[in-house]
């Protein structure tokens, strides 16, 4: 029994491999513009000078940080916030952790995704996970088709 466990970075992806309680390790450079060569290539890599035997991987952990970079950044396609009806607002209340609370010319905040991508979708869940309303599948299968529409928009 092999477990793996792989976290792409942005400038390196690190591999840990265990096999009968022993400890393998490798880092390659990330191939930001294709993830999955790193992927494939560190694998093949520790499995190779380790002689460890690629059919016997019973898990495999994968990690990335590429997706959050690029949030951050903003850099790449803008997201899109689907939320519970009721609860758009709440990437601007921010929790009240702002710098000044009573500045009133306080800079607004570039919020990671803009007002035009934040959607709602009438479901409801409980702090214990419990559904108190299913989402509609059929309205919310109309918005996915709506925003599988949206092509080449524009960050500034």
Known sequence: MI??????????TDF???????LYK????????NPYISFIDGLNEIFDRNHLDKNKIEIIIHGTTLF?????ER???????????GFIDILDMQN???YDIYDLHADEVKHLVPKFMRFEVDERVDSTGQIHKKINTKIF???LNK???IKNIDRN
Do not use: A
């Open 16 to 22: 840990i491999v265990i096999s009968n309680n022993k």
């Open 96 to 98: 009240e952790m702002r």
């Open 141 to 143: 299968t109309q918005l």
């Open 3 to 12: 477990k793996v466990g792989i976290d792409i970075g942005g400038t390196f």
């Open 68 to 72: 959050t970079n690029k949030l951050i």
């Open 147 to 149: 925003l599988k529409k």
């Open 75 to 85: 850099k790449g396609t803008i997201p899109i916030f689907i939320t519970t009806k």
């Open 26 to 33: 490798n880092k390659v450079l990330t191939s930001v513009e």
